[in-house]
């Protein structure tokens, strides 16, 4: 591998270890259940690319496994062997307390945890009666067995790996089951991503794309984030190392926010009072697309019929009963990427000068 493939496919590796944070779940989950209380009753949620022993998934979903009312919960490991950063691993007193604890399974296998009832007669079911054990492989989404269990399950819900995103979705898609998955906010841009959005199968979760979603990491990848800061920026908060990715929810479960229409000004109140049009492309056709450029969300034209392209941060408000989502371009058309890559045009641009990455849309009549 070239050097900076290395370097990329490093970068990659790393940020696959990044871990949620319990209020980041929370913060999403609740407004599934505020847009409908019954969401997960008597249902069976899988997350995978998890382990309750370092991260905040499981921990959620057990603690709130009564209220939610679910009928199960299922979470899978991947084998600490099978990861980058292993060093500063310990088997938990969790796991070496139990008389399943394997040394050898240990660090090669993936762990499956199943919660379904009170199994300590404790009155209530929670995170004291999750059960375990030593899974077949090392945890792989991909394995047979985590996609038996996927199929088993009624909904998706994790943070996969990083650098195997497109794969992960691909997985879930396949498996059509409802889902929340956090994923970097450039997978919006993704050939295999943006149709879903176009099509409604996949939106952006309650939580804004504009949020710094902050991770913690293992211990031993911090020193990495401050000294090689590998494309990855990180933040200092009380002396703890939180890594930063831009990332956001995706989602095909309803939550209230998206399906409040936005309140728009026409074109010419835009042009007068909306002080953020200054660079004098708004409202101009692109170069080589049929759709004029509307560079904020809120500058969308209450009076303007046709085609427009708005920026990502426009799937934060997107309301499908007020919009239709026709295209995706930057260099070239998400959806229709081949021919005009041949032709070597660059869409989203005016008097030759390239804009971000736009979403093409049109207002449902
Ligand atoms: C971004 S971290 C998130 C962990 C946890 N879901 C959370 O949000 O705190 C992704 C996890 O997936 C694991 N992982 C990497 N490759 C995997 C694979 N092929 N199958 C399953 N898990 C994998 C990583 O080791 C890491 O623990």
Not at 23 to 49: H, M, S, W
Not at 71 to 99: C, G, H, M, R, V
Not at 204 to 217: A, H
Not at 272 to 277: G, I, Q, T
Request: proline share 4%.
């Amino acid at each position: 591998m070239a050097k900076n493939a290395n370097l990329r496919a490093a970068d990659k590796a790393q940020n696959d270890e990044f871990y949620t944070q319990y209020a980041d779940i929370q913060k999403e989950v609740n407004a599934y259940i505020e847009y409908n209380p019954d969401v997960f009753r008597g249902k069976t949620i899988l997350l995978p690319c998890d382990d309750p022993e370092w991260s905040n998934f499981t921990k959620f979903f057990a603690q709130n496994f009564e209220f939610f009312g679910l009928k199960k919960l299922i979470s899978t490991s991947y084998a600490i062997e099978s990861k980058k950063y292993k060093t500063d691993w310990q088997p938990t007193l969790f796991e070496t307390e139990n008389p399943m604890y394997n040394v050898e399974k240990s660090r090669i296998k993936g762990k499956i945890f199943t919660l379904t009832h009170d199994t300590n007669n404790s009155g209530r079911i929670d995170i004291d009666d999750l059960q375990w054990s030593y899974l077949e492989g090392d945890g792989d989404f991909r394995s047979a067995e985590v996609t038996a269990l996927r199929d088993e399950a009624d909904i998706i819900i994790t943070n996969p790996p990083f650098s195997l995103f497109r794969e992960f979705m691909a997985w879930v898609m396949e498996g059509k089951k409802q889902f929340a998955v956090i994923g970097n906010k450039n997978s919006i841009t993704y050939k295999e991503i943006f149709p879903l959005i176009k099509e409604n199968k996949l939106w952006i979760g309650y939580t804004s794309t504009s949020l710094d979603i902050l991770f913690t990491v293992p211990k031993e990848m911090e020193k990495d984030l401050i000294t090689q800061n590998q494309g990855s920026a990180y933040k200092i908060i009380d002396g703890h190392i939180f890594a930063r990715s831009a990332s956001i929810w995706f989602t095909n479960i309803e939550h209230g926010r998206r399906h409040q229409p936005l309140q728009l000004m026409t074109m010419a109140e835009n042009l007068k009072f909306n002080k953020k049009l200054k660079d004098l492309t708004e409202y101009q056709h692109y170069d080589n697309y049929n759709a004029i450029e509307v560079p904020f969300t809120d500058a969308i034209p209450s009076d303007y019929d046709g085609i427009m392209g708005v920026p990502i941060s426009f799937l934060d408000k997107y309301c499908p009963e007020q919009f239709e989502i026709i295209d995706g371009i930057g260099r070239y058309s998400i959806l229709d990427n081949v021919r005009t890559k041949k032709e070597g045009k660059y869409l989203s641009m005016i008097n030759g000068q390239p804009k971000f990455f736009r979403i093409i849309i049109r207002k449902k009549q």
